[in-house]
């Protein structure tokens, strides 16, 4: 991918998309990250908001919550073994089953159709 590109911001049918908003997974930790983890969230996608550990306040995720921001909120602790790196693994393996149905699915509905 070109980061230069001209056309990034151009308009393309969702169904040409690279990666799916379902398989999309958006961490955000303040109000200019909201359009994206609405847009990502309304489209089946995965937001995550994300809080000062050492404050705890979650005061801002929690409208986040309320406003259907964001389906997922932890402390912002990116390390491995951390809450947040055990919610981005769920979700990457909810992805995975829920594409593989996705492809039975379709394989299924082929065969049928050609019957």
């Known amino acids: 991918m070109d980061i230069n590109d001209s056309g990034i911001n151009d308009y393309f049918p969702t169904e040409t ?47 986040m919550m309320h406003d259907k921001r964001i389906k997922y909120f932890a402390p912002a602790d990116y390390s491995e073994g951390s809450e947040l790196d055990a919610l981005v693994k769920a979700i990457i393996d909810r992805t995975y089953y829920n594409e593989l149905l996705e492809e039975i699915h379709f394989k299924n509905k082929k065969e049928y159709e050609l019957d």
């Not at 609405?38 to 996608?45: A, T």
């Open 17 to 63: 998309m690279r990666v799916p908003f379902r398989n999309i997974i958006y961490i955000g930790d303040s109000d200019t990250d909201i359009p994206c983890m609405k847009l990502v969230n309304s489209n089946g996608g995965h937001s995550i908001g994300v809080y000062n550990p050492a404050t705890q306040k979650k005061e801002k995720v929690y409208k």
